[in-house]
């Protein structure tokens, strides 16, 4: 199974942009799923996880109060509202096993993300 991301644009500091994520096929013992991002020669970073059961959220403190993630029946969307410049990355999705981690490493299925560049 691979999850997909899509959405990304160029767009202007300010401006918003919603992403989504889909699964190659329907997953049943997902947990967790999560957005990161990376840059172009830096480690891949967390941005926002949610409970697949229950629609709890967690956010990274970058993010937090202007991004929000949520799920609409199998797709997980992430709402970025107020974009800046340091938003400008790869993002991908993932599925993990253990609530609240933020570590690639308790996450898979990662497929190809999607760039959002944010000019200022």
């Known amino acids: 199974v691979q999850l997909q991301a899509s959405g990304g644009g160029k767009v202007q500091a300010g401006d918003s942009l919603k992403l989504s994520c889909a699964a190659s096929?329907?997953?049943?013992?997902?947990?967790?799923r999560g957005w990161f991002r990376q840059v172009p020669g830096k480690e891949r970073e967390f941005v926002a996880g949610i409970s697949w059961n229950s629609g709890s959220t967690y956010y990274a403190d970058s993010v937090k109060d202007r991004f929000a993630i949520s799920r609409d029946k199998n797709l997980m969307l992430l709402q970025m509202n107020s974009l800046k410049p340091e938003d400008t990355a790869i993002y991908y999705c993932?599925?993990?096993?253990?609530?609240?981690?933020?570590?690639?490493?308790?996450?898979?299925?990662w497929g190809q993300g999607t760039l959002v560049t944010v000019s200022s």
């Open positions: 096929r329907v997953i049943t013992n997902n947990f967790v």
């Open positions: 993932a599925t993990g096993f253990r609530w609240g981690s933020r570590q690639t490493t308790d996450f898979s299925s």
